[in-house]
């Protein structure tokens, strides 16, 4: 019975860990930071499709660049598989790559 307590505590003690609300547009590694202080460029995918991109030195973040219907938006901003515009902007951390 008391290993059934434990388990059920775990378990309690656990979800109630996966109900904390996090801010996922602030920055909270070396050089914590709010995320729109960044810039951010265009990666164009293999395909043609346009990919908003930033990188932070030791983080990056990519997410599809679409319409305001919801559609990617492939604009031939660059060649595929370029990177182009000021994604490495906005941190005092540097990027050896």
Known sequence: MRIFKGIVLLAVVGGLAACEKVDKTVDRFFDAKDLSTLKAGIW??????????????????????????????????APPG????????????????
């Open 44 to 77: 164009v995918d293999p395909t043609g499709c346009d990919h908003w991109i930033i990188d932070d030195g030791f983080e990056g973040y990519l997410s599809a660049r679409l319409d305001p219907n919801g559609k990617p938006v492939c604009s031939g901003a």
């Open 82 to 97: 370029v990177a182009t515009g000021p994604f490495k902007k906005g941190t005092r951390v540097s990027d050896p790559i």
